[in-house]
């Protein structure tokens, strides 16, 4: 992960990343400790599958909390007076028409650590976001996805 620009996040994705490090770091770490300790009952290290399990978790979790301190000190927190309601752009939430469908979707644009599809958070580097980025209220753009084409329009952009 290169950490050398600035990471855009909004205010409740940063406060999730210092959700979840304190969690990696108060609760997931002493589970993972424990299960090492009680893991050195089962005999030799060298053939002890439960051990090197909870070891491998520990490298995962220790790398993890390193990520999401280095996106903690390169994070540029989005003030709410810095979302766009004139424009598409990070932080806007974004309503838009499948002109093909005729169905609505709204999701919030945001970067792509902040990402999560099942929460409808679409990142400005998607083939989506950045065909949408910048873009005002009855503008019409068209995605190109897998399938073929999806087009749709900017029905209301708001914070």
């Known amino acids: 992960m290169n950490m050398d620009h600035r990471i855009v996040l909004t205010s409740g ?10 969690h990696l770091r108060t609760v997931q770490r002493r ?5 090492i300790r009680d893991s050195k009952q089962f005999g030799e290290l060298t053939e002890n599958a439960e051990y090197e399990d909870a070891k491998i978790e520990q490298a995962f979790i220790e790398g993890r909390i390193q990520d999401l301190k280095h996106i903690i000190q390169s994070a540029q927190v989005l003030e709410e007076d810095e979302i766009s309601v004139d ?3 990070l932080g806007s939430i974004v309503t838009v028409l499948d002109l093909d469908e005729n169905e609505e979707w709204e999701f ?3 970067s792509s650590i902040e990402s999560n599809p099942d ?4 990142s400005d580097e998607s ?3 950045e065909q949408l980025f910048g873009k005002k209220v009855g503008d019409e753009v068209s995605v190109k996805i897998p399938d073929g084409k999806i087009r749709y329009r900017i029905e ?4």
Do not use: C, F, S
Not at 13 to 22: D, P, R
Not at 31 to 35: C, F, G, I, S, T
């Open 13 to 22: 994705g940063y406060q999730k990343i210092l959700k979840e490090l304190e």
């Open 31 to 35: 589970e993972v400790a424990d299960r």
């Open 87 to 89: 424009t598409v752009g």
């Open 108 to 110: 919030t644009l945001v």
């Open 119 to 122: 929460e409808d958070k679409i």
């Open 127 to 129: 083939p989506i976001g």
């Open 156 to 159: 209301k952009i708001r914070k």
